[in-house]
């Protein structure tokens, strides 16, 4: 059983910062990649900032010059900072992970999701 468990979410000042992280356990042969989505009421989840199978890091044209994804190959986990933080930025964060359990196909998982709040 795989599990993505999420932390760093909270409440903070337009131009503060948050670092958020995210953990896979279980029995994990390969991520192929791994990153943040969000989502507020009414809209689609977003891509926010992703490792790609292929080496790559995309970016949410909001997030770029803010946020920085990185990782612990170690310990299966990612790290969202975000930094210059705005009142737009306020939703629901997960952790995506495309992985391959030991002795069974690729498949998507996610987190249960933190909520970033940015208000003064």
């Known amino acids: 059983q795989v599990q993505l468990v999420e932390s760093g979410g909270g409440l903070v000042q337009p131009g503060g910062s948050l670092r958020l992280s995210c953990a896979a356990s279980?029995?994990?042969?390969?991520?192929?990649?791994m990153g943040w989505y969000r989502q507020t009421p009414g809209k689609q989840r977003e891509l926010v900032a992703a490792?790609?199978?292929?080496?790559?890091?995309n970016y949410a044209d909001s997030a770029k010059e803010r946020f920085t994804l990185s990782r612990d190959n170690a310990k299966n986990t990612v790290y969202l900072q975000m930094n210059s933080l705005k009142p737009e930025d306020t939703a629901v964060y997960y952790c995506?992970?495309?992985?391959?359990?030991?002795?069974?196909?690729?498949?998507?998982?996610w987190g249960q999701g933190t909520q970033v709040t940015v208000s003064s």
């Open positions: 995506s992970a495309d992985l391959q359990q030991l002795g069974a196909g690729l498949r998507s998982y």
């Open positions: 279980g029995s994990i042969f390969r991520i192929y990649g």
């Open positions: 490792f790609t199978a292929g080496g790559s890091t």
